[in-house]
């Protein structure tokens, strides 16, 4: 049998966890949340910076798990 990478990550968007190598729309769970996401930041509903906050330093803790995890890898 041959071994998949699965690899659990949550969306910065919903929280869903979901396998960042199975998805298209990474680091979002679904085009519906990358949507969001980008809607998000054009009508500047990021507004709270405590949230703001928050996203960032999941993003970059995903960034950098995501980074040791590849390492070596042609992605
Ligand atoms: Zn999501």
Sequence with gaps: MSEKKDFQVSCPQCRTKFSYYSCKFRPFCSERCKMIDL???LTESYALP???????????QIQKTLEDREEGENF
């Excluded at 405590?50 to 970059?60: A, C, G, N, V």
């Design 39 to 41: 809607g998000l930041w």
């Design 50 to 60: 405590s949230r703001e906050r928050l996203e960032e330093e999941d993003f970059e």
